[in-house]
C-alpha cells in the first residue's frame, strides 16, 4: 500500500503563489509517475501535471509555463509549485502515484483564488 498526503493549500490572490506538497509513505519502492490532479466543483477531475521516476515532465496545456511539478526521492515528497495562479485553478488537488499499474490517490487539498 502507499498513502500519500497533500499540504499547502489555502486562499491565495490572483496573481499570487503557492507550493502544494505531497508526502508519501508505505510501500514507496518502485513507485513510477507520480501526478497532480485537480477538481473544480461541478466539474470532473483533470490532469494538471505528472513525472516520472526519470523526472520527465507533461502539464495540462492550461498551466503551461505557470505551474512546475518536482519530486524529492530523498525526501518522498511530490511538489507543485504554482505561480500566476488565476480564479480558474480554484479546486481541489489531488495528488496521486502509480505502482505497478495501481493508482493511489491522497486526500486532496483545496486551492481557493479569489479576491
Known amino acids: 500500500q502507499v498513502q500519500l498526503v497533500e499540504s499547502g493549500g489555502g486562499l491565495v490572490q490572483p496573481g499570487g503563489s503557492l507550493r502544494l506538497s505531497c508526502a508519501v509513505s508505505?510501500?514507496?519502492?518502485?513507485?513510477?509517475?507520480m501526478g497532480w490532479y485537480r477538481q473544480a466543483p461541478g466539474k470532473g477531475r483533470e490532469l494538471v501535471a505528472i513525472?516520472?521516476?526519470?523526472?520527465?515532465?507533461n502539464y495540462a496545456d492550461t498551466v503551461k509555463g505557470r505551474f512546475t511539478i518536482s519530486r524529492d526521492n530523498a525526501k518522498n515528497t511530490v511538489y507543485l509549485q504554482m505561480n500566476s495562479l488565476k480564479p480558474e485553478d480554484t479546486a481541489v488537488y489531488y495528488c496521486?502515484?502509480?505502482?505497478?499499474?495501481?493508482?493511489?490517490w491522497g486526500q486532496g487539498t483545496q486551492v481557493t483564488v479569489s479576491s
Open positions: 513525472i516520472t521516476s526519470g523526472r520527465r515532465t
Open positions: 496521486n502515484a502509480e505502482k505497478y499499474a495501481v493508482l493511489y
Open positions: 508505505g510501500s514507496i519502492f518502485n513507485i513510477d509517475t
